[in-house]
């Protein structure tokens, strides 16, 4: 049964289709709002069959085997991560103390595979999407461990399951003043981690002509395509999961836990259509500056019980 | 000297629409210097002008440049008028403006949308363009065709404008006021718009006078300059329209200028089919004797200059362009250094830049290290590289 659990439902398989459905729903959204028609749902699938059966280049300047290992790291990690927070949601019992940490480590190794990957293309385009996603990592990742483990303060575990327990017992996190600053700082993060506008200052593609990703093609590139998919669906899966008490598949809970995803993709969606991208100086400041206080400050706040 | 990483724009890349290359010169994300070359797109222009007869050649010149071309015949008919010494009847004036100016809305919102891409705004993008399609539906209702409208000859116009499509010119150019003002208020009172715009590649009015730029990347740098207002030709005189000038120089300040435009093209067009006057379209030009003669207009990219010599014969002696973008492109050198490689592509393309319209010679540079390869030398190349994969694959 944990197996299948891992396997099927609701962990690899699930997760791609449910990660390549949620591309279709963002790009509906997005050309719903850019007065478009959009494509249809399956887009994201044959997007990425196409890809599978199309020549994969690798450069002469490139070292081959980091170029080539990286969409790998990069998509398995992120299919581990969707496969444990979908078990996690299914039997909080069954996680694991410090499994949050790990999460945590999980989530950052796909920003990391990317920019190995593009520093070893030896495309200076690609170098310069590499540093930039660098820098951006740096930015992001601070604020968003701040609001982590204050969460992980509050309901005392360091487990998945434990918060997921917790927020069964005493309510959802984010109906409280602290919860609402940290789940603002904590979407703005996964934006960040999402490459998504106003962020996706390393993909830039009128600047640097998508750096990061400039010379991957075909298999690989379909392979670094589902990873960002996969994260279109873990990372708003791990915000339901701290702050609106995770997947909850038991009679109206379903109902209630595709409501909370699709608002929360729409949100991620609307973000990047209203927005120009930042400069990468403009985003450090910004998280830096303005969202690492944000998130002390629901840190403080939860400590002190509001 | 520390070592500068070369970033290679070009010459073909997503980037730009058109083929040229720069050369930045980078120290981590900022720009040290910058070099640009172009020459991809020599079409000898000039060379085919002078083999074609005069009215031939207003056809010629409308193919420059796919999105001002109106600008170039506009100029060049006005040249050819010069040396014969005539004037085309108000009706032909008041509908040139006309076209002039729709082609001025399209081509700012094609900026307008262009920069917002170039930012990573793909709704500014999207919304740009939707509106610039009613522009384009007034241009095939009046002229038959969305873009090269082929409505321009030495004399006066070819075809005239009927009842029916000055009405339906004069409700849809409302529709435009709209959306414009949208896509205005989205970008004057975005702060994140603000953020990326205001302070970037700055152009001072000292630098904009040393390169002489021209158009809206001038009247952006606090010049007060537009041909219309200060050469009347066409029907700029007997209408009520301003100049738009921003004091800053950025690229803030040249998109606002732009925008402005629009509103301003707007009231010129509505004004134009509302008083246009009845007559003659063509002053019937019979020969174009021999002398010299020079035209001007104001393209959406700035003053387009043509001069145009005559022998006596049916065909021009020698006919000479300068677009706009020759003025403006050197700017780069003021602009664009020490400012980070995120904005460069968006300076170049402040100035709307338009690279076939420029290119009126191609100099080869033999000196040096660097070879050039002749067609011979790519089909050996070519030939050798078949034979390698053809051997790798054992057959």
Redesign the interface.
């Given at each position: 049964m944990i197996i299948f659990n891992y396997l099927v439902f609701p962990g690899f398989l699930f997760a791609i289709i449910i990660g390549l459905l949620t591309v279709w729903y963002d790009r509906k959204i997005t050309a719903r709002v850019q007065w478009r028609v959009g494509p249809p749902w399956y887009q994201g699938f044959v997007d990425i069959l196409k890809l599978f059966t199309k020549e994969t280049l690798i450069p002469s300047t490139a070292k081959k085997t980091g170029f080539v290992l990286a969409p790998f790291v990069g998509f398995s990690t992120a299919l581990l991560v969707a496969a444990m927070l979908g078990v996690a949601g299914l039997y909080p019992k069954m996680s694991f103390t410090g499994d949050i940490i790990v999460l945590w480590y999980l989530l950052m190794v796909p920003s990391i595979a990317i920019i190995f990957g593009s520093s070893a293309s030896g495309n200076p385009i690609s170098q310069v999407g590499s540093s930039r996603e660098m820098k951006l990592f740096m930015s992001y990742e601070l604020p968003f461990v701040i609001i982590l483990f204050s969460i992980a303060a509050k309901a005392h575990t360091l487990s998945i399951g434990g918060i997921i327990e917790y927020q069964r017992v005493n309510g959802a996190n984010l109906w409280s003043l602290s919860g609402i600053i940290g789940f603002i700082v904590a979407l703005i993060s996964t934006q960040a981690k999402l490459g998504l506008v106003p962020f996706d200052i390393p993909e830039a593609e009128g600047e640097i002509a998508s750096g990061i990703i400039l010379e991957y093609s075909g298999s690989l590139l379909a392979i670094l395509k589902l990873m960002k998919a996969l994260l279109l669906y873990t990372l708003p899966l791990f915000l339901i999961t701290i702050f609106l008490g995770g997947m909850n598949l038991q009679g109206l809970g379903i109902l209630w836990f595709i409501i909370e995803y699709l608002v929360i993709v729409f949100i991620i969606s609307i973000i990047r259509n209203t927005n120009p991208r930042l400069r990468i100086d403009q985003a450090m400041n910004l998280f830096w500056a303005i969202l690492t206080p944000l998130a002390t400050l629901s840190g403080i706040l939860s400590y002190v019980g509001l | 000297m520390k070592k500068k990483?070369?970033?290679?724009i070009g010459p073909y890349?997503?980037?730009l629409e058109e083929p040229e290359f720069f050369i930045l010169y980078?120290d981590?994300?900022t720009v040290v210097d910058m070099d640009v070359r172009i020459g991809y797109n020599h079409r000898a222009i000039e060379k085919i002008v002078e083999s074609k007869t005069w009215d031939q050649d207003t056809f010629v010149v409308e193919r420059i440049c796919g999105i001002c071309s109106t600008s170039h015949p506009f100029a060049y008919v006005q040249a050819v008028e010069d040396v014969a010494g005539i004037e085309a009847p108000p009706r032909a004036q008041y509908i040139r403006t006309i076209i002039a100016e729709l082609e001025r809305i399209h081509s700012h919102l094609l900026w307008v949308g262009l920069a917002?891409?170039?930012?990573?705004?793909?709704?500014?993008?999207?919304?740009a363009w939707?509106c610039r399609e009613t522009i384009l539906d007034i241009s095939e209702k009046l002229t038959g065709n969305r873009n090269h409208y082929a409505m321009f000859k030495p004399g006066g116009v070819r075809r005239d404008f009927n009842d029916e499509q000055i009405e339906y010119a004069l409700k849809r150019i409302e529709e435009v006021w709209k959306p414009n003002e949208l896509i205005t208020n989205a970008i004057l009172d975005?702060p994140?718009?603000h953020?990326?715009l205001k302070g970037v590649g700055v152009l001072s009015t000292e630098d904009a006078i040393a390169y002489s730029v021209v158009g809206p990347t001038a009247r952006g740098s606090n010049l007060d300059w537009d041909v219309r207002r200060d050469h009347p030709y066409g029907a700029y005189d007997k209408v009520k329209w301003d100049v738009c000038v921003q004091p800053d120089g950025d690229v803030f300040s040249k998109a606002v200028v732009r925008l402005l435009e629009n509103f301003e093209s707007v009231k010129i067009i509505r004004q134009c089919l509302e008083n246009l006057p009845d007559g003659p379209i063509d002053a019937e030009l019979s020969e174009v004797p021999p002398g010299e003669g020079i035209g001007i207009h104001e393209a959406p990219r700035g003053e387009v200059f043509h001069y145009v010599r005559s022998d006596g014969s049916n065909m021009p002696y020698r006919h000479k362009v300068r677009a706009p973008t020759f003025m403006n492109l050197p700017s780069f050198k003021a602009s664009c250094i020490g400012e980070?490689?995120?904005?460069?592509?968006?300076i170049t393309a402040s100035i709307d830049p338009c690279y076939c319209c420029t290119e009126r010679v191609g100099v080869v540079d033999k000196s040096g290290n660097r070879s050039t390869l002749k067609e011979a030398d790519l089909i050996k190349l070519s030939q050798e590289k078949t034979e390698l994969i053809r051997k790798k694959l054992g057959k």
């Open positions: - | 990483t070369v970033i290679p890349h997503p980037l980078v981590g994300e917002g891409h170039f930012i990573g705004y793909n709704t500014v993008f999207m919304w939707k975005d994140v718009m953020a990326r980070e490689i995120a904005d460069v592509a968006l």
